[in-house]
């Protein structure tokens, strides 16, 4: 199932303006809106928590990028990298909600020996793989060999996930997670998971991967625009270029 992206349509006040496809589609004052297009170091570390480890922006090297954030783990076993925000959670994820990564492995021994996430998330310290941390979003959990990006619903220690039927490697991918409400908007129906492709650079498609209906937290929640732990003595990369959450529901 392909569809194309959603028009983002119009908004009044502080976000005044037209918002055609292919904007973010978060536009509207009554709905949640973050985005973030790492432009600036300095900005970043204002704006996001760094909890643990380290990250640095990488400059654009196409058109389509405007900043690249490289988040590193130390050079050591079990050493955690975070880049979100520990200090304020939002409740979620809320009806209409979603999220919207473009991300990569940062080198090729990153790919085989750690574990790398972007959602909502319980904490920021420590992997949703283990414990009693909630979460939605994107994850892979390697060891040894290269796996493939998982979309993951986590309630406490429970979880469900979907095989997104790509590797977590070197090569940039764009997700995204809608939080479907049911018909009567009383509650979320499932949690669909999209392969974004922007082939087409003025209608980029969402295509369908599949639905997860367990497990979806219903909790306060972090922002965690990307988190990886290391599982060998060296060091591991993963990059974000763009992070977007918003929701669709007025409140």
Known sequence: MASPRPAAGSALGALAGSYPNPASGHAGTAGPSIFDDFISTTALNKRWDVPSGGTNIVEATTATEIGVVNLTTGA?????????????????PALGWQMVVKVAVGDVTSETQ?????????TLSGPPTTGTRSFVGFRYDATGSTV?????????????TLDLGVLADTTWRTFAWVARPN????????????????????NPLWTLVGSITTNIPSEALCVCISGLKNKTGTYRSLLVDHWSLGGAAGR
């Open 114 to 122: 750690a574990t790398g996430w972007s959602g909502l998330v319980a």
């Open 183 to 202: 018909a009567g908007w009383t509650a979320i129906a499932a949690v669909d998971f999209y392969m974004v492709s922007a082939s087409t650079p003025s």
């Open 148 to 160: 493939d990006w998982y979309g993951v619903c986590r309630n406490g220690s429970s979880e469900t």
């Open 76 to 92: 050591g076993a079990s050493d955690l990298a975070v880049l979100g925000c520990s200090d304020q959670s939002v409740f979620g």
